[in-house]
């Protein structure tokens, strides 16, 4: 696993995807910091991630979209499949190398919010890990939802479409949950929704709930991403 996660995260970063995907998220994240700093005030720093959110859910499909199509389409799929590592772990593998740039560009983005603490006399630090972990947790769902889909396609664009019109979904299923209030269905469907639980970080409130249902949301992804792997090795 280690050894497909390098080669990803190299491939990442050595083509224009990687630099571009942390460059366009630093530069936003800089600009809503500086938007905070005109203000005056760190308590809207929470504002920043706010603001960010469906930006980087639609970097998403960007991260996600070369990651098993790509084999395929270069007719390496076959080589990682007899490789002496497990589907588990080439699908693990590439996983954690998409999840890689993410977490690169998102913890960078922290670095103005310490630089504002030093001149703030109170300055909301709950607000500040509670976003930066719930964006993490988010993406890490996210991005297992997209390399799923990169498994279903050889195409890169039909990835990317796919995982951005779930992330689309996703973000507007509180209000087709609300349209649907008082019936089983509009249950479920509030119970399903990402953006109901990443909106308790935002508080600066570290459910444990909400943690166990985005790693459980990346795990069966993950999973049914290997299947489809191994369903191929056989065929």
């Known amino acids: 696993m280690i050894a ?4 990803e995260l190299r ?6 995807i990687g630099y ?9 994240y800089g600009f809503f910091y500086y938007e905070v700093m005109l203000i005056s005030s760190s308590a809207y720093i929470g504002e920043v991630f706010n603001s960010m959110f469906m930006i980087s ?6 991260i996600t979209m070369r990651s098993m199509s790509d084999d395929r389409k270069n007719k390496t799929d076959q ?14 593998g590439k996983f954690f190398a998409a999840f890689g740039v993410y977490f690169i560009a998102v913890t960078l983005s922290l670095l103005p ?11 909301p630090w709950g607000i500040l890990f509670g976003n930066y972990v719930g964006t993490l947790l988010y993406g890490a769902a996210m991005i297992s939802i997209g390399v799923f889909i990169s498994s279903l396609t050889v195409s890169q664009v039909i990835a990317a479409i796919g995982t951005f019109a779930i992330a689309i979904l996703l973000m507007f299923l509180d209000g087709i949950a609300s349209a649907m209030s008082g ?14 639980r990443y909106n308790t970080f935002t508080q600066g409130v570290f459910g444990v709930s909400s943690v166990v249902y985005f790693v459980s949301v990346a795990a069966v992804f993950i999973f049914l991403t ?4 191994e369903s191929r090795r056989w065929n």
């Open 183 to 196: 019936n089983i269905l509009g249950t479920v469907i509030t119970w399903l929704s990402f953006t109901s």
């Open 113 to 123: 919010a310490f630089t504002i603490s030093m001149f703030a006399s109170q300055f």
């Open 11 to 16: 491939a990442y970063f050595a083509s224009p």
């Open 226 to 229: 290997a299947r489809k792997v």
């Open 79 to 92: 080589a990682l499949l007899t490789a002496p590592v497990s589907v588990t772990g080439i699908v693990l």
């Open 20 to 28: 571009v995907v942390v460059a366009v998220l630093l530069v936003l």
């Open 4 to 7: 497909i996660f390098k080669r």
């Open 57 to 62: 859910m639609m970097v998403m499909p960007i």
